[in-house]
Structure formats: structure tokens, C-alpha cells
């Protein structure tokens, strides 16, 4: 009887230590195994991770995802603006699909992206904005443009917006549709500069920067170039190096291949229907010359059922508090 009572309490007891292992809490992980966690993990994983607790979030402060690091890796895709809330679909680059929760993006329109941040307008304000840390970085807006709705748009930064020397510069179409304006700000300003484009009738289709000129290319071959040095707009026709030798740009459309494998990539989320979709373009560092992702459709961005989607890079910024324009 002794022996069985015996058994009995111990066995009690080996299941009370187990309920504890149990109800032991991920949070209580000890503080200096979470950075080692954080730098494992991928992007994804990475958010996730940050969305456990407070402390798990300030532990990984310092985290820089393993992607961050791939500089020819494929952009991602982020398709919002559907229902008008703030869901969205993120497209990773091997094709993987996440909802994510964004109000950030609820009635925006993404007007640049570029080496992970967006930049965004909004019910009249316009702002830099990681989608993946938050982090948020406010513009003014050019007071033309501050009631309008833009049309026709791209845009393009000279750096990012957390270095002294960007430059952020726009082009869209003007009321009087056979003409451009193009909007110009530095890093600290407080207006803008406006510089008008008289009878150019095509869409602008790419948008990059290079050596202190913005370009811009229009679905003709033809590109309107914005010198920062002089401040004038000049025009010319893009030409095609004859041998490797040739000087030229470092800049290089995407290829019939690259634009096939990003069309069937967003199959799955945009569907078979001839929906429209409003994208932003981006450019995606590579060598020898970065690929220019287009712009499309923007002039449809505000028709009714219009998707708005952005090509950008995964990266995770993150900015001091006191970080202003």
C-alpha cells in the first residue's frame, strides 16, 4: 500500500513540472538569445517575429533580414487600394502571397519607389513611407498639386530620403492633357519648384536617375532629361549601344523575359479578367546596368475598380524619431 502511495505522488509531481514547461511564455525567452533569433530569420519571419511583444520587438531592433542583402534579388509586389481599406496582398519575389494590414496605404497612391521606400500622396499630404517598419517621413505637398489628383505620374529620388543630398523629382500630366509638369524638391526645402513641358502627348513610362540628371522614357524611345546643375529640360531619343565598348547609361529596360516572369508571378492575385491595374515602377540594382521596371497604366489610376499595385525592394528602415524632410 506504502509502495503504491509512493508511485502515486511522484507521478503527481512529474505532471505539475510539465504543466509549467507548458505555461511558460515565448516572451520569457532570456534577452540575449533574440538578436541571434532576428538575424535568422527571413523578412517575413522577421515581422512576424517583432509582432510578439514589446520586448521582442526592441531586441531586434538592430535585425537586418538575410534578403536585405541579395542585391540582385527580385522585387516584391504589393497590390492595394482594392474595396478601398487598408488590406493588401504582398507578392514575394519567388512568388509567394501574404495579406497584410497597411493603413498606411487605405486611399493612397504610390507615387516613386525606390530601394525600399515609397513615396506616397494621400488626401492631400505626401509622405516617404516603409511598408514594413512603418516608418514614416512627411513631405509638403506642392501647393498645385495639394487638391488635385495626380494623373499620368513618376517620380524619381536622386538618393534616399534619409541622406542630405536627395532630391525628389515628379512629372505628371497637366490639366491640359497634351502637357507635363515636373515638380522638384531638396532634402530640407519647404516648396517646390515647378517646370512645365509643353506638347508632349505620350506616357511616361520609366523614371531613374543617374549622375545628376533625372530621366524619364516614354513608350516611343523617346526620354525628357532634367539637369540638376543648370535646371533645364532637354529632350532626346534613346539609343542603343552597337558593342560593349560604347559608353552609356547604367540604366537598362527590363527584358521580355523579366516581364513575363513578373506577369505570371501576379496571376494568381491579379486574375485572368482584364481588371485594370494602376503599378508603379521601380529599379532593381543589377549588373551591369540596373533594370528599369515600368510604369503602367497610370492614367487609368482613377477609374472606378482601378487596383493600384507598386514594385519595390524588401527592406526594413528604420529612422530616428526626431527624422524630418
Not at 225 to 245: A, M, N, Q, W
Not at 287 to 296: G, N, Q, R, V
Not at 302 to 310: I, L, S, Y
Amino acid at each position: 500500500m506504502s509502495s503504491m502511495d509512493s508511485s502515486a505522488v511522484v507521478h503527481c509531481q512529474r505532471l505539475s513540472m510539465r504543466d509549467q514547461v507548458a505555461a511558460r511564455k515565448w516572451g520569457d525567452l532570456p534577452s540575449e538569445l533574440l538578436p541571434s533569433i532576428a538575424d535568422r530569420l527571413g523578412l517575413i519571419e522577421l515581422l512576424r517575429f517583432r509582432g510578439v511583444c514589446k520586448d521582442w520587438n526592441s531586441a531586434s531592433s538592430t535585425a537586418s533580414a538575410e534578403v536585405e542583402a541579395l542585391p540582385d534579388s527580385k522585387p516584391w509586389f504589393l497590390l492595394y487600394g482594392e474595396n478601398n481599406d487598408s488590406q493588401c496582398t504582398l507578392v514575394t519575389g519567388s512568388g509567394k502571397q501574404h495579406s497584410i494590414t497597411i493603413p498606411e496605404m487605405d486611399g493612397a497612391t504610390c507615387l516613386a519607389s525606390s530601394q525600399g521606400w515609397l513615396l506616397l500622396f494621400r488626401e492631400g499630404s505626401m509622405f516617404f513611407f516603409c511598408p514594413f517598419s512603418r516608418a514614416k517621413i512627411e513631405l509638403p505637398v506642392p501647393c498645385q498639386l495639394a487638391h488635385r489628383e495626380f494623373s499620368e505620374h513618376a517620380a524619381v529620388l536622386s538618393a534616399p530620403p534619409t541622406s542630405k543630398d536627395c532630391v525628389v523629382c515628379i512629372i505628371c500630366r497637366a490639366e491640359q492633357r497634351e502637357d507635363l509638369e515636373l515638380y522638384l524638391i531638396h532634402r530640407g526645402a519647404n516648396s517646390w519648384s515647378k517646370h512645365k513641358l509643353d506638347s508632349f502627348p505620350n506616357k511616361i513610362e520609366h523614371a531613374a536617375y543617374h549622375n545628376g540628371v533625372f530621366y524619364y522614357f516614354d513608350n516611343t524611345n523617346l526620354m525628357v532629361c532634367f539637369s540638376l546643375e543648370d535646371r533645364t529640360i532637354t529632350f532626346g531619343k534613346v539609343r542603343y549601344p552597337e558593342s560593349p565598348k560604347e559608353r552609356c547609361l547604367p540604366l537598362r529596360f527590363s527584358s521580355s523575359r523579366e516581364k513575363k516572369e513578373m506577369k505570371k508571378r501576379l496571376e494568381s492575385v491579379l486574375g485572368e479578367e482584364e481588371c485594370p491595374v494602376s503599378t508603379c515602377g521601380t529599379i532593381v540594382p543589377c549588373h551591369p546596368a540596373d533594370a528599369m521596371i515600368p510604369y503602367e497604366n497610370t492614367g487609368k489610376a482613377r477609374e472606378p475598380g482601378t487596383r493600384k499595385g507598386v514594385w519595390f525592394q524588401p527592406r526594413f528602415h528604420q529612422i530616428d524619431e526626431k527624422q524630418s524632410w
